[in-house]
Every structure is written in structure tokens, then in C-alpha cells.
């Protein structure tokens, strides 16, 4: 008796896996994404925690003090700025492209509207 596995167990075990990768694959796929989404929703929320400390740190400044006071009035720092004065690391790294803010060359615009100061970052 010859030992070994029939055409018809071979054939049975690649569908079988053929219908595991039909759904794993979809599922990794949304995960990535799920996790790219996530990554960026933590860069700007590290930014506008950083801009906040900024804020009000140099509250004082006549520039700040304009931009606390004004509705509609914008700033734009460089992100640079925010991390030679220790409010983030330059080494953190912008999601959309890889660079580091240090690399990045990216500016932070502060917007006053109705008294609430929201950043964007743009690089």
C-alpha cells in the first residue's frame, strides 16, 4: 500500500486555504488602515495639546495676548519654533510623509474663532 495524500484531499486542503486568505486578507487590510488613521489622529492631537501649552505659557506676549483676544484673528508659527522651545520633539514624525518635524518644515496656525483656539499643522 502506497502512503501519500489523493487528488481529492490536495484539492480540499487548497480550497480550504484558498477561503482562508479570502478572509484574512480583507481583514489585515482594514486593520492597516484602521492603524493609519489612528497614527494620525495622535499627530494632531499631540500638536494641538502642544499648541494649547504654548498658549498659554505665552499668554503674556503681546502676540498671543492679540490672538487670545481676537475673534477671526490667525498666527502661524513653525513647528520648528514649538520644537526648539521643547513643546515637541523633533524627532516625532509627520504620518503623511515620514519626515521628521525637524525635517518637515511644517508651520502651525493658530486660529481664534469665537473665543476657541484651534491648530492646524500644514507641512
Known amino acids: 500500500m502506497q502512503k501519500g495524500f489523493t487528488l481529492i484531499e490536495l484539492l480540499g486542503i487548497i480550497i480550504l486555504l484558498g477561503i482562508i486568505i479570502l478572509v484574512a486578507v480583507p481583514v489585515l487590510i ?4 484602521v492603524a493609519e488613521t489612528k ?3 495622535d499627530f494632531n ?3 494641538s495639546s502642544a499648541c494649547e501649552t504654548y498658549v498659554q505659557v505665552k499668554s503674556e506676549e503681546e502676540n498671543i495676548k492679540s ?11 513653525s513647528a520648528v519654533t514649538l520644537v526648539d522651545e521643547g ?3 523633533g524627532t ?4 503623511t510623509n515620514d519626515n521628521t518635524l525637524n525635517e518637515d518644515n511644517g508651520n502651525i496656525r493658530f486660529i481664534n474663532s ?3 483656539i484651534t491648530c492646524t499643522y500644514t507641512s
Open 45 to 47: 492631537k499631540t500638536i
Open 39 to 41: 497614527e494620525i489622529d
Open 92 to 95: 516625532m514624525k509627520n504620518p
Open 87 to 89: 513643546y515637541l520633539k
Open 30 to 33: 482594514q486593520s492597516n488602515k
Open 114 to 116: 469665537g473665543g476657541q
Open 67 to 77: 490672538l487670545i483676544n481676537t475673534s477671526g484673528k490667525t498666527l502661524t508659527i
